[in-house]
């Protein structure tokens, strides 16, 4: 844990604008470090201006139609050694853009499902899993347990659209997640085993992550050396995780990844509902032990 490379730091400073119950505009500022700059991936990433663009992908383009949009990036460098991560750039985007969507859908009054749909009439993959997931888990329909409540989010990442909705409840240690509704369209299902156990690995990666994975440098040394000082997921923090393929015909895409972008914003929307600040720092967990 102390030999390696580490996660980047991203920041996004984000503004809308809500007029009569319509996001009417957008914008995002981005500041990060490129996790491809010296590696053997640079050349297919860095952009125009030598940028990384996994710094900003899924941010330059949300699934929404908004009005007014705009998303600028500003590259930093940095002493630390950073390298790619399980979802690459879509882990901090699709937190990003999908909390913020939320938030706004709060202010104008409408629901997170809905609200959604309304501006995906150009975004038939993204507006399918999400109607399907909806479904799944009986969105409108379920009353919930006291002190329950339930997030969603919907992101598309490498050719792969997800979309889940986490229920969730609070306690003295933070978060409990029960249970995960997951719908994924990947193309044609060459192995729906396979496409089911990524869905449900990258869920619980991502889970314990965006909870706990916190690795603090104290005077250029990180802290963390095992699992001792290190928090992960447990295995009877797991929650059940139902999963739906969409049929499509579609050329198939990746699903080792696409699992994991989600499940944050997920559970940070499922945090509001229940009268708490969606996080705006991660892990949510911040100094969480072993």
């Known amino acids: ?47 125009v201006g030598g940028l990384d663009s996994t710094l900003y992908e899924g941010s330059d383009e949300p699934p929404y139609d908004i009005p007014n949009f705009k998303c600028d990036v500003h590259q930093v460098e ?16 699709g937190y990003a853009v999908e909390a913020f969507v939320d938030q706004l859908l709060e202010a104008a009054g ?11 009439s150009k975004k038939p993959r993204h507006a399918g899993v999400l109607k399907a997931v909806a479904e799944l888990a009986n969105w409108t329909g379920t009353k919930l347990e006291q002190g329950r409540a339930r997030g969603v989010a919907v992101v598309e990442s ?10 969730l409840s609070m306690s ?31 869920i619980g990666f991502g889970l314990g992550h965006i909870l706990y994975a916190e690795q603090v440098i104290d005077a250029g040394v990180p802290v963390s050396g095992n699992f001792d000082t290190y928090r992960s997921l447990r295995i009877n923090e797991m929650p059940v995780i139902e999963v739906k393929i969409v049929a499509s015909t579609e050329k198939p895409t990746g699903v080792g990844e696409p699992g994991v972008p989600p499940i944050g914003p997920a ?24």
């Open 1 to 47: 844990m102390r030999g390696g490379y580490y996660r980047p730091y991203g920041v996004h400073r984000m503004r809308g604008v809500v007029r009569d119950g319509k996001i009417v505009a957008w914008t995002d500022t981005i500041v990060g470090q490129s996790i491809m700059k010296g590696s053997p991936m640079e050349g297919f990433t860095m952009k």
């Open 78 to 93: 940095i002493g630390v050694p950073v390298l790619w991560w399980r979802s690459v750039g879509h882990t901090h985007t």
């Open 110 to 120: 409408q629901d997170p499902v809905e609200g959604r749909l309304a501006l995906m």
């Open 158 to 167: 490498f050719d792969t659209f997800v979309a889940q909705i986490v229920e």
């Open 172 to 202: 003295d240690e933070g978060p409990r997640v029960h249970k995960v509704w997951c719908a994924v369209d990947c193309g044609v299902a060459v192995n729906p085993d396979i496409i089911r156990a990524q869905m449900e690995g990258g």
């Open 267 to 290: 559970v940070a929307n499922a945090m509001a509902k229940l009268g708490l600040q969606r996080p705006k720092q991660l892990p949510i967990m911040r100094g969480a032990s072993a």
